[in-house]
């Protein structure tokens, strides 16, 4: 088994800000991924990382940097923050990241922008 | 337009009742569905996933899957309030990585 830890749980943040949100896993998967959550909008892929230092676009990776600087690691950038901006931001990941492998979630990072 | 489509967006049943949960894929490359089950302040958690045409039973949760349709549906019999929660269903790919598509839930309520 294992864990995924993110930091931090809340985040209230002011318009324009760069905010940054941080993830750590220690099931040794290879692929963790950036998911963020509203409210009646399911979940949607921000970025993913299949390896250290590799990064992928998702399709809602416009206004957001990544950055993946060790296996266990996987760190999301809010580049400015937008005015009453509220979601969840969900940090996954899976053993090798094919499209049979079980994603896993870690508990979430609730972002609130004033 | 949501590529994953699921209904209903609500659900209530009562205890010891049946649940049933629909989800359709409207992109033809897909073939392999996932559902993910997320308590209200959790993180979701996988459920069941199905590939091939049938059904697949574990305990109280069968999920069926008609590939030529791409439709899936996930039943839960003898529901319990602690079911109660947004069920999400989720799609892949083969050969594409990291790429799981959601719907937007539906939310199941079992009142006692």
């Known amino acids: 088994g294992g864990i995924i830890t993110q930091t931090p749980k809340f985040l209230i943040g002011q318009e324009g800000q760069k905010l940054t949100l941080k993830c750590q896993q220690n099931?040794?998967?290879?692929?963790m991924y950036w998911y963020r959550q509203d409210s009646g909008k399911g979940l949607r892929l921000i970025y993913y990382?299949?390896?250290?230092?590799?990064?992928q676009k998702g399709d809602l990776s416009e206004g957001y940097d990544a950055s993946r600087e060790k296996k266990s690691s996987f760190s999301l950038t809010v580049t400015s923050a937008q005015k009453n901006e509220m979601a969840v931001f969900l940090c996954?990941?899976?053993?090798?990241?094919?499209?049979?492998?079980?994603?896993?979630f870690g508990p979430g990072t609730r972002l609130l922008v004033l | 337009q949501q590529k994953v489509q699921q209904s209903p967006e609500s659900l209530i049943v009562p205890e010891g009742g049946m649940a049933s949960l629909n989800c359709t894929s409207s992109?033809?490359?897909?073939?392999y569905f996932w559902w993910y089950r997320q308590h209200s302040g959790k993180s979701p958690k996988m459920l069941m996933?199905?590939?091939?045409?049938g059904e697949k039973e574990e305990g109280r949760f069968t999920v069926h899957l008609n590939k030529a349709s791409l439709h899936t549906s996930l039943h839960i019999r003898d529901s319990q309030p602690s079911d109660s929660a947004l069920y999400l269903c989720?799609?892949?790919?083969?050969?594409?990585?990291?790429?799981?598509?959601f719907g937007r839930g539906t939310r199941l309520q079992v009142y006692a």
């Open positions: 996954a990941s899976s053993r090798l990241g094919g499209y049979q492998d079980t994603q896993y």
């Open positions: 099931f040794n998967h290879d692929t």
């Open positions: 990382s299949i390896t250290e230092n590799d990064l």
């Open positions: 992109d033809r490359n897909v073939d």
């Open positions: 996933s199905i590939f091939s045409n």
């Open positions: 989720a799609a892949s790919v083969t050969q594409v990585v990291g790429q799981l598509t």
